[in-house]
């Protein structure tokens, strides 16, 4: 079994600062990761994934993620934010192979882009 | 259709009484996902289907939870005796065979009083 755990419940920053937003887990197998957002009555929706490759994933609206298997994290960073980044943004594990559907979520971590 | 669409939006409904809530995938997606959300948490899978069948239901919190994708595509959960503690977003995604990629849509909100 998966775990997830994002160290910051709500992250306050000032509009143009940078951002990391901080996701650990745990899992005794190869893993997937993933960053989705959440914005006020929406669905879920995917900023970027790890798969395979590179360690440095780039995404949507300007966000990147790196994965550190030695430290098991996989942080979201983005280097100057807008105030439409403001919204909620779960980290999500599945293991790798077939049959790899079950995402384990994070609890999410609250981003508010101060003007 | 173009996104996963699910309905109702929001469900205000009575202690003890049945619910159904209704998620239409994306075409083709072959892979239907039900997840619940409760406040201040993150998503909680309950169930996959992959075609017809339920390949996974281990998240089903007890029996009162029942799903069903009779055609392979349009899903709808139901919940009876629903009781406070079942109030929740539920969400539906939905995943193409070579994908382990989620598509969400929006949820249903569920509210027991």
């Known amino acids: 079994a998966q775990s997830v755990t994002q160290l910051d419940s709500q992250v306050p920053v000032f509009e143009e600062a940078p951002v990391e937003l901080r996701c650990n887990y745990s899992?005794?197998?190869?893993?997937?990761l993933f960053w989705y957002v959440q914005y006020p009555n929406q669905g879920l929706q995917l900023l970027l994934k790890y798969l395979s490759g590179s360690t440095l994933v780039k995404g949507i609206n300007g966000f990147e993620a790196e994965f550190n298997k030695s430290q098991t994290s996989f942080h979201l960073r983005k280097p100057s934010v807008h105030i439409s980044d403001t919204a909620e943004y779960f980290c999500?594990?599945?293991?790798?192979?077939?049959?790899?559907?079950?995402?384990?979520f994070g609890k999410g971590t609250k981003l508010s882009v101060i003007p | 259709g173009a996104g996963v669409s699910q309905t109702p939006s929001n469900k205000v409904t009575e202690k003890g009484k049945y619910v159904e809530l209704r998620c239409d995938p994306i075409?083709?997606?072959?892979?239907l996902y039900w997840y619940r959300q409760s406040l201040g948490q993150g998503p909680e899978f309950l169930i996959y289907f992959q075609g017809t069948g339920a390949a996974d239901d281990s998240g089903l919190p007890n029996d009162r939870f029942f799903a069903v994708r009779p055609e392979g595509s349009v899903s709808t959960l139901k919940i009876q005796r629903t009781e406070r503690g079942d109030s929740a977003v539920y969400l539906c995604a939905s995943s193409s065979a070579e994908a382990n990629v989620l598509t969400f849509g929006a949820g249903s909100r569920l509210t027991v009083l």
């Open positions: 075409s083709g997606h072959t892979a």
């Open positions: 999500a594990v599945t293991e790798t192979g077939a049959g790899s559907y079950q995402l384990t």
């Open positions: 899992s005794s197998v190869s893993v997937y």
